[in-house]
């Protein structure tokens, strides 16, 4: 079964085919581009969609409750359903599925490969040139990118920088409300979408603070509020949330920033490490 039969079998599509004599012109433009290019629309962002239809986010919104859904995610999160079973009739059909193992692995390198052709030089000496100046950093993310942020503290710590990570909302918000001149907060969301992130660092650059975003989406709302973006590879569908490949990705920047940072100062980086080494020494057997 091809890809644009299965998608026209759909129930997404059907759905989208009944409204669409409904649809005002700018929506039916919406429609046609998510027909035509299902596959690649679970990957865009609204902003993305709008675009690609040349027409205003608005718009995309208001398509997704024309067709009886309550917003993007959710229409996302449709096609993602829609896709999945796509694709395993596919296999059925076809029998003999990839190798597991192979095709896991070969989906982290891509991601890999991916930030890196994402990844602008200029942008990333500046982001090491401000963390190193920064009297504080923050990392903030929910979830997945939660973990990262956690991830990025322990980093950050081993080569003696004033860090942190928050990863509850409500201490994101908090946090923020007191940061100002001369702090870094670096928000990490795959989505670019990730409301309570996104508020908590409105709040920190309303406040003074400088704000770094790390995710997949460069047209998003994380970037608008950013003053640097870093795009990171292994995009998600909504049915691949806290995929490994995405968090390899944010952990392949974090360790470009960490060693960057390391190499501003190596004596006092490497007396940092063998200091935080030797407080754990004894935890070990």
Not at 214 to 227: E, H, L, N, Q, V
Request: net charge neutral; charged share 20%; aromatic share 6%.
């Amino acid at each position: 079964m091809s890809n644009t039969q299965a998608q026209s079998n759909s129930k997404l599509s059907g759905l989208i085919s009944s409204y669409y004599p409904s649809l005002t012109k700018s929506e039916q433009k919406v429609a046609s581009i998510v027909l035509q290019q299902m596959e690649k629309v679970i990957y865009y962002s609204v902003t993305d969609l709008a675009d690609a239809a040349e027409v205003g986010d608005a718009t995309v919104l208001r398509f997704c409750r024309k067709i009886g859904l309550k917003g993007y995610q959710e229409f996302k999160l449709a096609i993602a359903k829609d896709l999945t079973i796509v694709s395993q009739e596919e296999e059925n059909g076809n029998g003999k599925p990839q190798s597991l193992t192979m095709s896991i692995a070969q989906y982290t390198k891509n991601a890999i490969d991916e930030t890196i052709h994402l990844l602008e030089e200029a942008t990333l000496r500046e982001t090491i040139t401000i963390l190193d100046q920064a009297k504080s950093i923050h990392f903030f993310g929910v979830g997945t990118s939660g973990i990262t942020a956690l991830d990025a503290k322990n980093r950050f710590l081993r080569i003696g920088r004033r860090t942190d990570a928050i990863i509850d909302p409500h201490i994101q918000a908090m946090t923020a409300a007191t940061l100002g001149q001369g702090d870094v907060v670096v928000g990490l969301s795959v989505s670019g979408s990730t409301k309570d992130t996104i508020d908590s660092l409105e709040l920190a650059k309303e406040n003074g603070a400088t704000v770094v975003a790390m995710t997949f989406y460069a047209r998003s709302p994380i970037t608008k509020t950013a003053d640097l973006v870093l795009l990171s590879g292994g995009k998600e569908s909504p049915l691949e949330g806290g995929s490994l490949a995405a968090k390899i990705s944010q952990l392949f920047i974090i360790d470009i920033l960490c060693t960057g940072l390391a190499l501003k100062d190596k004596n006092y980086s490497l007396d940092m490490k063998q200091k935080t080494a030797q407080a754990v020494v004894g935890k070990i057997y």
